[in-house]
């Protein structure tokens, strides 16, 4: 199938998260928290008074594939059983099989406005040197559309979001198939540029982000380590 018309974007935000997330952790992060192998880095950053700062969340999970972590992150049928931040989610427009359009509504945080958002999500498996398991990323990257139009009082966010993952597979067996998920973890990074859209308290908007966004993950990685439990293995 041809290009679709977000392709030459899709492919520049991909790589440049590919580019970003092996950025070292030194200059500027900060370490805000760690629960077992969550480790959450923040930048503190303004935009004329808005708070924008980066999030930067390293984990590795047991008994998974970055493959089923995407899956469950990027498909749409999954996302009101783990979201616990939204009020709704749709597709709006699919570009191709890969690459969809969501438009979403965000519970209301007190103080600010109810916040909506509308992007693009793209999964690709990016295969390194053969030997390695693949890279699986998801990016979801704020676009406007016709069929999510402004409307105030709600906000619009502006998001550009990254969970890249990769496989390990500790002592693999002779054969293939008699890997186990005790054999499997992944080792994933998630990055969140989120700009609320609109003014927000700081302080304010820096505790949700700073209480929530490991609550998600937290809530995200159990979600998936149970829907694959019993199921085969999803390379
Ligand atoms: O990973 S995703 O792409 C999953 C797609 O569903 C994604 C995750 C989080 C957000 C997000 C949306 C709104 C807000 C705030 C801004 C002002 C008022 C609400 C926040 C702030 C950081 C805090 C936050 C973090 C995590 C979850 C909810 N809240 C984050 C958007 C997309």
Same mark, same amino acid.
């Given at each position: 199938?041809?290009?679709?018309?977000?392709?030459?974007?899709?492919?520049?935000?991909?790589?440049?998260?590919? *580019?970003?997330?092996? &950025?070292?952790?030194?200059?500027?992060?900060?370490?805000?928290? &760690?629960?077992?192998?969550?480790?959450?880095?923040?930048?503190?950053?303004?935009?004329?008074?808005?708070?924008?700062?980066?999030?930067?969340?390293?984990?590795?999970?047991?008994?998974?594939?970055?493959?089923?972590?995407?899956?469950?992150?990027?498909? !749409? #049928?999954?996302?009101?059983?783990? &979201?616990?931040?939204?009020?709704? *989610?749709?597709?709006?427009?699919?570009?191709?099989?890969?690459?969809?359009?969501?438009? #979403?509504?965000?519970?209301?945080?007190?103080?600010?406005?109810?916040?909506?958002?509308?992007?693009?999500?793209?999964?690709?498996?990016?295969?390194?040197?053969?030997?390695?398991?693949?890279?699986?990323?998801?990016?979801? !990257?704020?676009? %406007?559309? %016709?069929?999510?139009?402004?409307?105030?009082?709600?906000?619009?966010?502006?998001?550009?979001?990254?969970?890249?993952?990769?496989?390990?597979?500790?002592?693999?067996?002779?054969?293939?198939?008699?890997?186990?998920?005790?054999?499997? #973890?992944?080792?994933?990074?998630?990055?969140?540029?989120?700009?609320?859209?609109?003014?927000?308290?700081?302080?304010?908007?820096?505790?949700?982000?700073?209480?929530? !966004? %490991?609550?998600?993950?937290?809530?995200?990685?159990?979600?998936?380590?149970? #829907?694959?439990?019993?199921?085969?293995?999803?390379?």
């Amino acid at each position: 199938k041809g290009k679709h018309r977000l392709a030459n974007d899709v492919e520049r935000v991909v790589q440049e998260h590919l *580019t970003y997330v092996r &950025e070292e952790m030194c200059d500027g992060w900060d370490l805000i928290h &760690e629960e077992g192998k969550m480790k959450v880095y923040r930048r503190e950053v303004e935009e004329n008074g808005i708070v924008v700062d980066p999030l930067k969340i390293f984990h590795s999970i047991q008994g998974v594939t970055g493959h089923e972590i995407c899956h469950y992150f990027w498909e !749409y #049928q999954y996302r009101m059983e783990w &979201e616990t931040t939204l009020d709704s *989610t749709k597709i709006i427009e699919a570009l191709d099989q890969d690459t969809v359009i969501f438009f #979403q509504m965000h519970k209301r945080v007190w103080p600010t406005a109810q916040r909506d958002s509308c992007f693009w999500s793209h999964i690709r498996c990016i295969s390194n040197s053969e030997e390695d398991q693949p890279t699986w990323l998801v990016v979801n !990257y704020t676009t %406007p559309h %016709p069929l999510a139009p402004i409307k105030p009082p709600q906000v619009r966010l502006i998001a550009n979001v990254a969970m890249i993952c990769e496989t390990i597979i500790n002592e693999p067996p002779l054969n293939p198939k008699d890997i186990k998920r005790e054999n499997i #973890q992944c080792k994933l990074a998630y990055v969140a540029f989120v700009n609320p859209g609109g003014w927000v308290p700081s302080a304010a908007v820096r505790n949700v982000a700073k209480r929530e !966004y %490991p609550r998600f993950l937290r809530r995200f990685t159990s979600y998936v380590i149970e #829907q694959t439990r019993d199921k085969p293995i999803l390379f």
